[in-house]
């Protein structure tokens, strides 16, 4: 899942509220060019918002530019932010975003900080995006202290069982002989749909021992998130770069500097006719499948 530019915005309380279409209103400035992500991100940013707290020293792993997390970390004094990022570019922007006491340009797999440095290691749709993960999770387990904790929000194993399939880029798909469920994880660079029980087995021998498991995303929202990429980022992806990164692309066609010169007040009134009729769903509907996960894993405290 592409990470949708957040803006900060001028909304006057100290504390995020976590009704979605205020989290809208947060993060559509900049974003004009993302609704379908826009979508996914609200409820993921809810999700967070409503079941972790946060505090002490935490590590943003894969952070980005730092946008993201300048909406859910506003107004935690409490939180000493570090953020981890592989990508030069992003890395630059979030040191000058003011919000992180460092960054390290770096990938997950080797954080440049010492054992237990954390209190927690936090990281939004980011894991599903990096091939090998075993190695990233181990430096997690490192870098936790006793008792702390290890926050991620995935796209979940019910994801592709969500999808419709219908439209006309997934009939030019299977025209190709490819399946849906190929054509938009090689869009999104997703390698992983781990149920929480895949999880929790690869984080028990890393020293974590209880776990908190919330599902959001439900499979209507996942659904109006696949028609709205498919006529966004998915019909870009085939008109300008099936061979290109998600990112690369969007750097490729200048979105964020057309964003850059959009009104924010423009960019929340267009977002809102959009996406208002699809937050209203509830987070969870018994017998309906979910499309995202957030763990929060505990490690083991010293005896």
């Not at 020293?57 to 530019?65: A, E, H, K, M, S």
């Not at 498919?230 to 979105?255: D, H, I, K, P, V």
């Not at 499309?291 to 505990?298: D, E, R, V």
Request: with cysteine; hydrophobic share 40%; net charge neutral.
């Amino acid at each position: 899942m592409p990470r949708a530019a957040v803006k900060p915005s001028a909304v006057s309380s100290s504390v995020l509220p976590a009704e979605r279409p205020d989290i809208l209103e947060l993060i559509a400035p900049g974003n004009l060019f993302q609704p379908a992500t826009v979508l996914w991100r609200v409820y993921e940013i809810e999700a967070v918002l409503r079941h972790v707290s946060f505090n002490g020293r935490v590590l943003d792993l894969g952070c980005g530019d730092g946008t993201l997390s300048s909406v859910i970390f506003r107004g935690r004094e409490s939180c000493s932010l570090i953020g981890l990022e592989v990508d030069p570019a992003d890395a630059a922007i979030a040191r000058r975003s003011g919000i992180y006491a460092a960054v390290h340009c770096a990938p997950g797999d080797t954080i440049p900080e010492p054992d237990q440095a954390f209190d927690i290691v936090f990281s939004n749709s980011v894991l599903e995006h990096i091939p090998k993960i075993e190695p990233v999770l181990a430096e997690v387990g490192r870098v936790v202290r006793a008792g702390g904790r290890f926050v991620f929000t995935v796209p979940s194993e019910e994801f592709h069982s969500c999808l419709s399939g219908k439209g006309p880029l997934p009939f030019l798909w299977r025209m190709r002989g490819e399946s849906v469920e190929e054509s938009i994880d090689r869009r999104l660079q997703h390698h992983r749909y781990w149920s929480p029980d895949e999880w929790i087995q690869a984080l028990r021998p890393l020293g974590f021992s209880s776990f908190a498991v919330h599902r959001y995303l439900p499979e209507s929202v996942v659904r109006a998130w696949e028609r709205i990429s498919n006529f966004t980022g998915g019909l870009a992806y085939e008109l300008f770069g099936r061979n290109t990164q998600t990112r690369g692309l969007q750097r490729r066609l200048s979105l964020g500097k057309l964003d850059s010169h959009t009104p924010p007040g423009m960019s929340r009134a267009i977002l809102r006719t959009l996406l208002a009729k699809h937050l209203g769903q509830p987070t969870e509907v018994e017998g309906q499948r979910s499309g995202g996960l957030l763990i929060t894993a505990t490690k083991q405290s010293m005896a």
